[in-house]
């Protein structure tokens, strides 16, 4: 065994979903209790961690392509080598193959392991390469630093897993089974990210809107009942939640769209596909008129509401009909934004041994259509927005002398001029649309 020096400086570059942008800054306050810093702008740090994710295809080529140019561009004049940690999903689902197939990678922790980092730090630097993919969900966020100091908004998990087992999905077997962290930690947590600057919380999770747990009282609650006890911290200005799953979507939730001001108008609520036997396929456990009557409700609610979504295009079996009933069911929601991407096989996942295997060039040109009709759409609403007074919560500064960037309740990145700082609710209205965004003016007299 060769060690070396511990570390001083990291880079932690996640990939993928929210969950991992939250999983990477909760490795980085790790990584900063241990005394080592960012690595500056430019220059190349002892500790590589690639924080990545499974979903995408060719997510693990990705990760050997990384780990190749991260050791080709090393230059230190010392003979010493990078210390590359792989996280996250793909390390979960492969990390022995990574082990074998990439001798550079000296630790490999999966997303339910990562509070271990520090230690695995210390044996790596003693020479040895370590593996823990161990998948306790709530031991790791017990083992976590607390928040100390955030931007405007911030990211806060309280549920992780899935016992959805969606046949094109490998999440249950990276995240594990469903589980909701404590109401008394996620209260305390929220608080401390107040405390440490966040005007706006985004409640993450793989079906977000499972989460349930007992509150102070001992009352079982759902994320209903959690959103509106957060809603009772002051300095607590905006609430989002995502990833949500129609089949938790509660009228208690939906209700809370109507009753809660601090809940901003905008639900993402994935539904994939707009063809009965496609969904049935799919293993979700909604249908078309099912999923349109969940958004009738919140509509009648929050008549205001900006609708996001996720939609699969292409997966096994999909007709050119079955299709143009997604095409349809775009149309007839009109969504403010949405995801879309081409179905990939994922290994292990019942998908990618079904029969009927779509052609790449078909999928593509499926998701060519599909991709203009939701654009269609977002410029629709972002032009609907205009001669809208609302509030922007400032997150940075733009490219321009004096202008600001934040994000409209309806999650529309919003830029302007004026005299503000960063976490600043700035009274505004919606003078000019763009595909991606909005031009507004200050109010005066606000």
């Known amino acids: 065994m060769q060690s070396t020096a511990p570390p001083k400086t990291y880079r932690v570059k996640s990939f993928g979903c929210q969950m991992n942008v939250y999983d990477g800054e909760r490795m980085a306050e790790l990584l900063a209790g241990e005394g080592i810093t960012p690595a500056p702008e430019g220059q190349q740090a002892d500790l590589v961690v690639l924080n990545t994710c499974h979903i995408r295809e060719k997510a693990a080529e990705k990760v050997y392509s990384d780990i190749g140019r991260i050791v080709k561009d090393w230059d230190r004049a010392d003979g010493s080598s990078p210390l590359i940690a792989v996280a996250g999903c793909v390390a979960q689902a492969e990390g022995e193959e990574i082990m074998a197939r990439a001798p550079a990678v000296k630790m490999v922790v999966g997303p339910q392991a990562y509070h271990r980092l520090p230690q695995m730090i210390r044996d790596a630097s003693a020479g040895r390469r370590v593996t823990d993919t161990d998948m306790p969900a709530i031991p790791k966020f017990d083992a976590l630093p607390a928040r100390r100091k955030v931007g405007p908004t911030a990211f806060l998990t309280v549920q992780e897993g899935c016992d959805k087992f969606c046949t094109y999905c490998v999440v249950p077997y990276t995240r594990g089974a469903e589980v909701s962290r404590p109401h008394a930690a996620l209260i305390d947590e929220a608080k401390k990210l107040v405390d440490a600057g966040a005007r706006e919380i985004t409640l993450l999770g793989q079906n977000v809107n499972a989460w349930t747990g007992d509150n102070a009282a001992g009352r079982k609650i759902g994320l209903d009942g959690l959103i509106r006890e957060l809603a009772e911290i002051p300095d607590l200005a905006r609430i989002r939640y995502t990833t949500s799953h129609p089949n938790d979507m509660t009228d ?142 400032v997150e940075r500064k733009g490219k321009h002398e004096g202008q600001w960037l934040g994000k409209s309740p309806w999650l529309q990145s919003v830029h302007f001029t004026a005299d503000v700082a960063v976490g600043d609710l700035v009274p505004v209205t919606l003078d000019a649309a763009g595909p991606n ?10």
């Open 437 to 446: 965004s909005i031009s507004a003016s200050v109010r005066s007299g606000t």
């Open 252 to 393: 208690g939730l939906i209700a809370a769209h109507g009753d809660v001001e601090k809940l901003m108008p905008f639900l993402h609520l994935p539904v994939q596909a707009g063809n009965d036997r496609v969904l049935r396929a799919m293993n979700r456990s909604h249908s078309v008129d099912s999923y349109l009557a969940i958004l009738d409700k919140v509509r009648a609610v929050r008549p205001d509401i900006a609708l996001s979504g996720d939609f699969i295009v292409g997966f096994p079996g999909e007709t050119d009909t079955e299709f143009e009933d997604t095409l349809r069911l775009v149309d007839r929601v009109g969504y403010a934004q949405c995801f879309s991407f081409k179905y990939s096989p994922r290994p292990g996942t019942p998908a990618a041994d079904m029969p009927g295997q779509i052609a790449p060039e078909v999928m593509d040109e499926r998701l060519q259509r599909l991709q203009a009709a939701l654009n269609r759409h977002q410029m629709a609403f972002n032009e609907a927005s205009v001669g809208r007074a609302c509030s922007v919560l």
